[in-house]
């Protein structure tokens, strides 16, 4: 079974800093996609970044950006100038070839002034 | 273009009743996802409809279940609740099936069972 694991419950900094959140995931297909999505505070769920598995180049989104390792089963999300409105529980999600995304437990991220 | 929208935002409801959410996909789109979001258990994937058939559906009791219309608008049912269906029922939509296909979320329904 595909299991997504977050090891960082909560992280906070600094408006402007650079922050990376981590997330492992666990598979036995070769093609498969990835997600980061962001739901903030009593807001909808967005996508932030998208990554197919068998493109090695590393997905980036204006601030947005992976660090994807494929053999490791790793894809980091770094976010460069953070902003308050980055604030946010941001979610790994993987969709297997059902279709069907299995998710992380999510990471709180905090931007303080 | 109008966003999934999610009908009603939040709900009350007491164990043993039954209950019916709607979601009304973004115009065109005609995949259809459900999940429920609970402290306890995260994010966890409930079913998808395309074209007006079920084509997956998660790890959930038979008590839940759903349907897609002609018009791919969706409607979720859950039937003899108990206290621990007590979450924010989240629906998606995109224009197809696949990775490449991003799935715009609706804001939710909560459901609170007492």
């Known amino acids: 079974a595909q299991t997504v694991t977050q090891s960082q419950p909560e992280m906070s900094v600094q408006e402007a800093e650079t922050v990376t959140l981590s997330c492992t995931y666990d598979t036995s297909e070769s093609n498969y996609y990835l997600f980061w999505y962001k739901q903030p505070p009593s807001r909808q769920m967005i996508l932030v970044i998208r990554q197919e598995a068998y493109k090695q180049q590393n997905a980036t989104e204006n601030r947005f950006s992976v660090n994807f390792q494929k053999a490791a089963k790793s894809f980091s999300l770094k976010i460069s100038d953070s902003q308050l409105g980055d604030t946010a529980m941001y979610f790994c999600?993987?969709?297997?070839?059902?279709?069907?995304?299995?998710w992380g437990a999510g990471t709180k991220l905090i931007i303080k002034p | 273009k109008a966003g999934v929208t999610q009908t009603p935002r939040y709900l009350i409801k007491t164990r043993g009743q039954q209950v019916t959410l709607s979601c009304s996909p973004i115009s065109g789109h005609r995949s259809v996802s459900w999940y429920q979001q609970t402290p306890g258990q995260g994010l966890q994937f409930l079913f998808e409809y395309f074209s007006e058939t079920q084509r997956n559906k998660g790890n959930f009791p038979g008590r839940f279940s759903g349907r897609q219309f002609s018009n791919s608008r969706s409607e979720m049912n859950v039937s003899t609740l108990e206290l621990g269906d007590s979450a924010l029922y989240l629906c998606a939509s995109s224009l197809a099936r696949g990775g490449e296909d991003t799935q715009y979320f609706g804001p939710g329904t909560r459901l609170t069972v007492l």
């Open positions: 999600a993987f969709m297997s070839r059902n279709y069907q995304l299995i």
